[in-house]
C-alpha cells in the first residue's frame, strides 16, 4: 500500500541504509497530502513510522529515529577539538521544517529563517528577520556576535 501511494505522488525516492527514505512528490502533490497519504497508508498497514515533511519531500524513519538523533550521534563520534569533545549544549541547529524539530529541541542554540513553518518557529530560540539564505547569514551572524560576547542574549525577544 505505502508503495503504490508512493508511486502516484513521487517524482524520485531516495533511501539511505534502511533508516531514511526520502520521497519528493510530483509537481503536481505536495509534500503535506504526500505525507497524509503514507500515514495513513502506515497506519492502515500497522506500521510505526515517523513521517516528516518540508517543502520539497517527505521523509518516513522508524520511531526514534530523527535529525536530533543523527545530531546526538554524530557529536559523540566527533573527535574532540582540542581535547574537549562538542556537546549539545554548545550546538548550533538550524531549520526550517517538520523534519527539523527534533534537532532544534535537542540543540544547545537553534535557529529558523523568517520562512519556516509556524510550529517550527515555535521550536526554535531564534527566528531570523530574514529568509532562506539571508536568514542563515543572518543567524550566523548573530552566532558570532553571542560567541563573542556581543549579545546579552540568544533567544528572540
Not at 1 to 30: E, I, N
Request: net charge negative; charged share 20%.
Amino acid at each position: 500500500m505505502v508503495a503504490s501511494v508512493a508511486k502516484r505522488f513521487t517524482a524520485t525516492t531516495s533511501m539511505g541504509k534502511v533508516l531514511l527514505m526520502t520521497l519528493h512528490p510530483k509537481p503536481s502533490a505536495s509534500s503535506e497530502e504526500l505525507a497524509g497519504h503514507i500515514r495513513n497508508a502506515l497506519d492502515a498497514a500497522g506500521l510505526a513510522m515517523e513521517v516528516s515533511f518540508s517543502k520539497s519531500a517527505v521523509d518516513i524513519a522508524p520511531p526514534g529515529v530523527s535529525k536530533g538523533s543523527a545530531l546526538s550521534w554524530l557529536l559523540q563520534r566527533l573527535p574532540p577539538e582540542v581535547g574537549k569533545p562538542v556537546s549539545i549544549e554548545e550546538t548550533l541547529t538550524v531549520g526550517d521544517s517538520d523534519g527539523d524539530r527534533a534537532m532544534l529541541r535537542r540543540s544547545g542554540f537553534s535557529a529558523v529563517p523568517a520562512n519556516a513553518s509556524a510550529d517550527v518557529k515555535l521550536t526554535a530560540g531564534y527566528v531570523s528577520s530574514c529568509s532562506d539564505g539571508e536568514g542563515v547569514a543572518d543567524i550566523i551572524a548573530r552566532a558570532i556576535c553571542w560567541n563573542l560576547g556581543k549579545l546579552d542574549h540568544w533567544e528572540t525577544q
